[in-house]
């Protein structure tokens, strides 16, 4: 297969796990532990190439994104050492990439900021994603209108409604370029799994009454989402990702609660559905999810940019609505997961169109 050319917009955590897995698959011979798909539409992972990287971290700009991925605050599992990849991160715009907690901990570039488009053009990348900080609203569809200057597919990490925005999403589809968003969700995470376990419960005919879902962990992305300001359309991902499964109004609370520095990396999700089945009875279920959240996301993100790829080797433009179901929280189409993954595949195979 030919290789597909992947920009990072946004060298965080999420693509540390995404350049370290993808390396990893190249020693292996192609191969990679853990993934819901070895093939998708004949690309494997390591297929992957990575051809241009964009962040505004005095630490990261001007490093080889083999080294940059290692610099702090980046602090995910290092499964891979000593890497050279070639590609130098970019000194982007900063926009409004950094809130109140961020500036405290990350010194901006002082270079002057590239034109992102002709980056994206010149390193004749095939699929962008934006992994930039929630809440980034501007910078997030600065960089989508970008791609669609470049001709970039978008595969958008983070909950700004671009993919999900019918205006958006029709530009997407008019100019030509594929689109696969919002927000990853991860591979065994909080939301698939809190959404499963409604479902499972509504299937099995108990009436719910209340559902939380609390998370914490000690990166970055943490620290950030404590600014509550920057969290409306991550509140409202996670939240309509469990709601869109039970087919009545169910008390909710989901988000992200705390920041807790020595996690580091490590996201723990606490999860409880409360309801009533047969005679009025009542029934609880509370559990706790341990995981290293970038590398929940990077087996997904595999997936999605293999399916962004395919999407332009047959022109398809605009939201590719299977493959955002399968990897997406919030989507333009939401399907339990059982089904996201029938049509992901049926769109690998060619028997739909997106
Ligand atoms: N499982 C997961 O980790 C997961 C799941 C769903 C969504 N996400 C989202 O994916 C995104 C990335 O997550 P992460 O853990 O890598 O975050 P991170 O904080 O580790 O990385 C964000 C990176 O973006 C850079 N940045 C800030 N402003 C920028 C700008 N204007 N242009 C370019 N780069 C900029 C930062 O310097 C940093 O390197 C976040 O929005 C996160 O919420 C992650």
Redo the contacts with the bound molecule.
């Keep these: 297969m030919p290789s597909i050319r992947v920009a990072v917009?946004?060298?965080?955590?999420?693509?540390?796990a995404l350049v370290q897995g993808v390396t990893k698959s190249k020693e292996n011979g192609g191969g990679l532990e853990g993934l819901s798909f070895e093939k998708l539409g004949g690309y494997s992972p390591s297929d992957i190439e990575f051809v241009a990287a964009?962040?505004?971290?005095k630490q990261?700009v001007g490093h080889d994104l083999g080294e940059a991925i290692f610099a702090p605050?980046?602090n995910?599992l290092k499964i891979t050492s000593g890497l050279k990849l070639g590609v130098e991160v970019k000194r982007?715009?900063?926009?409004?990439?950094?809130g109140k907690y961020?500036k405290e901990m990350?010194t901006v570039d002082e270079r002057p900021e590239v034109d992102v488009a002709a980056a994206l053009r010149e390193s004749r990348a095939d699929v962008a994603i934006n992994?930039?900080?929630?809440g980034?609203e501007r910078?997030a569809r600065?960089?989508a209108e970008e791609c669609l200057k470049a001709g970039v597919a978008y595969v958008n990490?983070?909950?700004t409604f671009i993919a999900s925005d019918p205006e958006w999403e029709k530009k997407f589809r008019e100019r030509g370029v594929a689109i696969i968003g919002d927000?990853?969700?991860?591979q065994f995470?909080a939301t698939v799994l809190h959404k499963t376990l409604a479902r499972l419960m509504v299937d099995r005919g108990v009436r719910l009454k209340q559902t939380y879902q609390l998370n914490v962990g000690g990166?970055?992305?943490f620290a950030?989402?404590i600014e509550e300001s920057r969290l409306k359309t991550?509140r409202i991902s996670k939240t309509s990702a469990v709601q869109s499964l039970i087919p009545y109004s169910v008390p909710t609370r989901i988000g992200p609660s705390d920041y807790i520095e020595f996690l580091e990396?490590r996201?723990y999700a606490y999860i409880m559905l409360e309801g009533t089945y047969f005679g009025g009875a009542p029934v609880k279920l509370e559990l706790k999810l341990e995981?290293w959240?970038?590398y929940?996301?990077a087996g997904v993100m595999i997936d999605a940019v293999r399916a962004a790829k395919l999407a332009k080797d047959r022109a398809v433009s605009g939201a590719v609505t299977s493959a955002a179901a399968w990897t997406m929280?919030h989507p333009p189409i939401q399907m339990p997961y059982e089904e996201a993954k029938r049509a992901i595949t049926e769109f690998a195979e060619g028997k739909r169109e997106r």
């Design positions: 917009i946004g060298v965080g955590n999420c693509a540390s964009f962040d505004v971290n990261k605050p980046n995910t982007a715009p900063v926009l409004d990439g950094l961020l990350i992994y930039v900080p929630v980034s910078a600065f960089y990490a983070m909950p927000d990853v969700m991860s995470g990166d970055t992305d950030n989402m991550k990396n996201k995981v959240d970038a929940n996301s929280k």
